[in-house]
């Protein structure tokens, strides 16, 4: 049976035009693009273009492209750059519902002496700005902000946050990792200093990521060894992937309309629906400033992980945004920012489309879901008491 | 993904004996919406003690699920006493073994058994020790101020990350804060402001600072440092030994030598290094 993916913000089909770009890279052309000979060289044209399809996405320029190994990298990359490159200033910004890519990272820092703030948000998860701009100092180095968050879809305006950031004097760094592909980005229109991105939410394969550089930001290279993408990132280069990774820069802007009409039509079908049939549900994140792809829709009472379980019977693929498997069953870190109620924060379910999602898939969800959720309902001893009560206390 | 048992599975899929019995004998209630599971266990018994009937409700994930079906099935024939042996390894083992971090669902099921049976015998419930401040997660004043004391936690975000109390619906948080304050000695009187310093009393201060409370311990870690001049609030000095070519001096400098003397002589230092 085919599986009804509706869990792109974790990962994506690798498009079959990518496929098809990278295969000869595989078997056919394996030099290596460092070579003198004519069979590297011209691998190397072909990674030089690949970094201008995806600097055209961005609305950047090729040299201010490097290739990495993934977002993580990307992320990494940018804030050890940034604080290498200053070492004076003992200060970060971040927020407190950054992937655990910037998060863990950050508290990490936090224990080696330098100080970190993290700008909490409101129950839509929009970010407090006041508070971020009230703790800009003049010892900030670096101000990392997610462009849109991977479990809401919720977007923040980084570009605003750029301005007043950079002209403060700091750095400006945004995990775009969710956002390139799906919303309009370009980089010759803002003040963005550095931005990651990651190839296998954008169709391209897992384990290439990219980092943009502005031209004229300090720069400390994280990976130290060859000359590789000028010196900024040593490794010989993923080289198919990384082909792989343009065409897929060349399809998103191609897809772009797409993705912010018929996929969001087909969210917002899925979540106008679900609401309709399902009471006690509610949608986690600023319905309003979100993503086209995601809706992350709470249903009171019963826990994600039964939800995702009887779905994956139907091989109905999502996600929830509860850790239950680390034993802590604390939901996830972005609910709690938010101050999502428990009732819903354990059973909140993130479903994330994309181009590849057909409207009768969306209509199997609408179908499967709400029995689903009834059957688990059944067995919870909250549901009955909270249909005696009408109201619950916690 | 899931590495749960075809028996969980099969389980969690046609989970027996859901409902609740209305008349009773034994009723067992554990955990919280707040938790992120919780099990709700009814029994009856016949006239030799003999459980009969057993249903149970329970809000969680699959294995909690899984568990407490297995829990009505292992407990329907035996006799309270017997019941009252089950253990929570019986219950895993009963469905072919639990993932570890599923085990505490499987703890739920026989603390619910415990309940039950304690209530089916009219024996008291354990007292618990103080009174409950946190209604979402079940957590007592003292507990609160034993985390509070133990791990120095300063906020009510602290307390939340160490005993998960205020985490839920919020309306404890004043509670929790007082206790942190009473622990903490806040709201103390604020430390009168200390009077303004001759230039001559800073320079001895500080001298005396870096002497006693600074240069012993940078030289346990074998360093060291020389006061060079005191310019107005700036504080001039050389770091030696192993904190000059430390790449952290610059955290050394800021957030121990100069948070110091800020703290032991005046607030407006600024401490910077001369090379
Ligand atoms: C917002 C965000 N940042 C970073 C990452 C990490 O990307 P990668 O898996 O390529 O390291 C992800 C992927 O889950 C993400 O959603």
Redesign the pocket.
Same mark, same amino acid.
Request: negative net charge.
């Given at each position: 049976m085919k599986p009804i993916y509706m869990d792109n #913000?974790?990962?994506t089909r690798v498009a079959p035009e990518v496929v098809e770009e990278m295969l000869p890279y595989f078997s056919e052309f394996y030099g290596n693009p460092s070579s003198m000979h004519t069979f590297g060289g011209q691998v190397a044209a072909k990674v030089e273009e690949a970094r201008e399809k995806l600097a055209a996405l961005l609305g950047a320029g090729p040299e201010e492209i490097i290739f990495t190994?993934?977002?993580?990298?990307?992320?990494s990359t940018a804030i050890w750059a940034a604080l290498r490159s200053n070492p004076d200033k003992r200060h970060i910004i971040t927020t407190k519902v950054?992937?655990?890519?910037?998060k863990n990272l950050a508290e990490y820092l936090g224990s080696q002496g330098y100080r970190v703030t993290f700008v909490p948000v409101d129950g839509q998860g929009n970010l407090d700005l006041d508070y971020l701009y009230d703790h800009l100092s003049d010892d900030t180095a670096i101000v990392s902000v997610?462009?849109?968050? #991977?479990e809401t879809g919720v977007i923040f305006p980084v570009e605003e946050i750029a301005a007043r950031v950079t002209d403060h004097g700091a750095v400006f760094h945004t995990?775009?990792?969710?956002a390139v592909g799906k919303v309009p980005i370009n980089l010759g229109e803002n003040k963005v200093q550095m931005l990651?991105l990651?190839?296998?939410?954008l169709h391209a394969p897992?384990?290439?990521?990219a980092l943009y550089v502005r031209r004229g930001t300090k720069f400390a290279p994280f990976l130290m060894g060859g000359h590789q993408e000028r010196g900024r990132r040593a490794g010989t280069e993923n080289v198919a992937s990384i082909i792989g990774l343009g065409k897929a820069a060349e399809l998103a802007a191609a897809h772009l309309e797409e993705e912010n009409k018929r996929v969001k039509k087909l969210r917002d079908k899925l979540e106008k629906e679900l609401l309709a049939r399902i009471p006690n549900a509610m949608v986690n994140g600023n319905p309003e400033k979100r993503l086209p792809n995601t809706t992350s829709i709470a249903f009171e009472f019963v826990e994600g992980e039964a939800i995702l379980l009887l779905m994956n019977e139907f091989n109905i693929c999502a996600s929830s945004g509860s850790a239950c498997t680390s034993g802590s069953l604390e939901p996830s870190h972005v609910l709690r920012a938010m101050g999502v109620p428990f009732t819903a924060a354990h059973g909140s379910i993130r479903f994330s489309l994309s181009i590849y999602n057909s409207e009768e898939e969306v209509d199997l969800v609408i179908e499967k879901l709400p029995p689903i959720i009834e059957r688990l309902r059944k067995l919870s001893p909250f549901w009955a008491e909270h249909r005696k009560k009408a109201s619950c206390a916690c | 993904m899931w590495e749960y048992t075809d028996k969980v599975k099969e389980h969690f899929l046609n989970p027996r004996n859901v409902g609740e019995i209305e008349d009773a004998d034994g009723v067992g209630e554990v955990g919280s919406l707040a938790c992120g599971d919780a099990l709700k266990l009814t029994f009856k018994v016949d006239e030799n003690e003999r459980i009969v009937d057993a249903k149970f409700k329970t809000f969680g994930c699959a294995s909690a699920i899984a568990s407490s079906s297995a829990l009505t099935e292992m407990i329907i024939g035996k006799t309270v006493d017997e019941a009252a042996k089950i253990t929570n390894e019986q219950i895993a083992e009963y469905l072919g073994g639990l993932p570890k971090e599923k085990m505490h669902c499987s703890v739920m099921g026989r603390d619910a058994l415990e309940k039950a049976i304690a209530h089916y015998r009219g024996q008291p419930e354990k007292k618990i020790e103080g009174e409950i401040v946190c209604e979402c997660f079940g957590v007592t004043d003292v507990q609160i101020r034993r985390a509070v004391n133990e791990n120095k936690l300063a906020s009510i975000e602290e307390v939340t990350n160490y005993i998960k109390a205020g985490g839920g619906c919020g309306n404890c948080h004043e509670k929790i804060q007082a206790i942190i304050d009473a622990e903490l000695g806040r709201p103390a009187e604020k430390k009168p402001k200390p009077k303004r310093l001759t230039n001559i009393e800073k320079i001895r201060l500080v001298q005396e600072t870096l002497e006693r409370e600074i240069r012993p311990q940078l030289l346990q870690d074998g360093g060291n440092i020389e006061l060079v001049d005191v310019d107005g609030d700036t504080v001039l000095v050389k770091l030696q030994g192993s904190c000059a070519s430390c790449q952290m001096s610059q955290v050394t400098l800021k957030d121990y030598v100069e948070a110091k003397l800020k703290e032991l002589v005046t607030d407006s230092l600024v401490v910077e290094e001369v090379r």
């Open positions: #913000n974790a990962t190994s993934c977002g993580t990298e990307s992320d950054e992937h655990p890519a910037v997610m462009w849109a968050n #991977n995990d775009a990792v969710q990651s990651s190839g296998h939410k897992k384990g290439v990521g | -």
